[in-house]
């Protein structure tokens, strides 16, 4: 059994920043394959960044050159990194591990 949890989430006005994490615990030896979704209020869930071994990265196009993904494997946390938010960004951001998902958190951004 795996466990995510996520943090990092708020009310932040259009051109701000917001750093989530997602600290995973329980039967896991690597965050290899981990990645960030969001769901938008009547929007179905969608893939934001991922990080595979090596560091390989992928983004949605909606966030590329905006948001960064990263991680420390010490720690088993993944981070994402989210800089000059808009309105549209606002979304429940959950943290996935193959089959297994985070609680999510609430990412609003003012305009």
């Known amino acids: 059994q795996v466990q995510l949890v996520e943090s990092g989430g708020g009310l932040v006005q259009a051109g701000g920043s917001l750093r989530l994490s997602c600290a995973a615990s329980?039967?896991?030896?690597?965050?290899?394959?981990m990645g960030w979704y969001r769901q938008a209020p009547g929007k179905q869930r969608e893939l934001v960044a991922t990080?595979?071994?090596?560091?390989?990265?992928n983004y949605a196009d909606s966030v590329k050159g905006r948001f960064t993904i990263s991680r420390d494997n010490a720690k088993k946390t993944v981070y994402l990194q989210m800089n000059s938010l808009k309105p549209e960004d606002t979304a429940v951001y959950y943290c996935?591990?193959?089959?297994?998902w985070g609680q999510g958190t609430q990412v609003t951004v003012s305009s």
């Open positions: 329980g039967s896991i030896f690597s965050i290899n394959g």
């Open positions: 990080i595979t071994s090596g560091d390989s990265t």
């Open positions: 996935r591990y193959y089959e297994y």
